[in-house]
Structures are given as structure tokens and as C-alpha cells.
């Protein structure tokens, strides 16, 4: 595996209150495992540092990662984003919602490639299968921290405007199939039920037999 850029922070999304779930989002288990560390070993395998952005930092006291509490609890992604450059020195994010605990490795260092290129770009997100590009699964350079803060100071929580007002670059569907053939990366876990779906998704593809059901933090 080729060294992650310099100055790209890993940063996981686990704040949101995840009410369809019924609460408790990032401890609800695939396959004998925590969603959080699906997504937090998948994000391990590409950065260097990575963070937990979470509403209530205490409750994220058992990972052995740096847990950042949102300076706008509730506020949404695009709060959670500008948090993320605010506190720490990163020059550019991998942004990655806990809600898409089975992203793809391979598909993530692709996106941290960006912020090794002489001009990343501000943003670059991967078109999905549905055909829209995944900003919960997205790199964002240091760049678009002056157009998020604006669009928070207007009362604006979504990170899909900020990709409207900034240059979005992303990756092709066949680029994006090359290196998440079956899509895993894009499966959205919202509500009890997506649990299975998914859980049947990754045993298919041999994730569950191959990935031992334990906790980053044992």
C-alpha cells in the first residue's frame, strides 16, 4: 500500500442522531461488528490520522482514535466538515459517514489521491451506482473551508450545496466499478432492516468470513 498524501486527515462522520435506526447508529452490529469499526478500519488502510467527529464525545471514549466533539452538535455534515479543518491542521479531509461502514479500502485511497496532486482539487467524490456523485464518501481540500463557513453563516447544513458552490471533480462510474465492483462502498445503512441487507451483501462477498468480528478497541 502506497504512503497516505501528507496532510490528509481520515475523518468518520458518527454525530448524526440516527433516528430511523433507532438511535445508537455506529454500535449497531454487521456481521458481529460495530458499524464504527467497519468504517474506521476501512479509513485505518488510507490515512495516517483519522478522526471521529461525534455530537457527544464522551460517548466515543473506548476508541483508541482522536474523537472530536462537532462544534455544532446537530447541525449536519457540512458543520461537521468545517469542524473537522478547524480543529485540526488537516490540508485536506476524507470524509466518511458511519452510515457507509462498508466503503471500500481501495475506492477511499483513490479519493486520498487527490491531495497529492500539485493542484488538488476542492472536491472529489465518486459517482455512485444510482448516479449521483456520494458526498458522505468524498475528499475536500482546505479550500472549501471559507465557502462552508459562509454557507453556515446563511443558516445552510448540507454538504451538498457546498459542492455546488465550489469546483466538484469526481470519479466516473466505470472508474468507481473498477475498484468497488459490487458497490458495498454505497450501501447507506438508515434504518434496522438495511442491517441485513447489507450484512447478506458482505457475506457474498466474502467481507464477513474474511474480517474477524471484533472492536478496534479490544
Do not use: H
Amino acid at each position: 500500500m502506497s504512503p497516505a498524501p501528507a496532510g490528509l486527515v481520515g475523518a468518520l462522520l458518527a454525530g448524526g442522531p440516527g433516528r430511523r435506526m433507532g438511535g445508537g447508529k455506529p454500535w449497531r452490529t454487521l456481521g458481529g461488528r460495530r458499524l464504527i469499526d467497519w468504517a474506521l478500519a476501512a479509513l485505518d488502510q488510507t490515512c495516517d490520522q483519522v478522526v471521529v467527529l461525534a455530537a457527544d464525545a464522551a460517548q466515543m471514549a473506548d476508541l483508541p482514535r482522536t474523537v472530536i466533539a462537532d462544534r455544532w452538535p446537530g447541525q449536519g455534515p457540512l458543520a461537521a466538515l468545517v469542524t473537522a479543518f478547524l480543529d485540526t491542521d488537516a490540508q485536506g479531509v476524507l470524509l466518511l459517514a458511519v452510515d457507509l461502514p462498508l466503503a471500500r479500502p481501495a475506492l477511499l485511497r483513490r479519493l486520498a489521491q487527490a491531495q497529492a496532486q500539485p493542484q488538488p482539487p476542492m472536491a472529489l467524490a465518486p459517482i455512485g451506482p444510482q448516479g449521483w456523485p456520494e458526498y458522505l464518501l468524498a475528499y475536500y481540500s482546505r479550500a472549501c473551508l471559507p465557502p462552508a463557513q459562509r454557507l453556515m453563516a446563511q443558516g445552510e447544513t448540507r454538504v451538498r450545496r457546498l459542492v455546488e458552490a465550489v469546483r466538484l471533480a469526481t470519479l466516473d462510474p466505470e472508474e468507481v466499478r473498477s475498484l468497488d465492483p459490487a458497490g458495498l462502498s454505497f450501501l447507506n445503512l438508515n434504518r434496522p432492516e438495511d442491517l441485513a441487507a447489507a450484512e447478506a451483501q458482505a457475506r457474498k462477498c466474502g467481507l464477513i468470513d474474511t474480517i474477524p468480528a471484533r472492536s478496534v478497541s479490544d
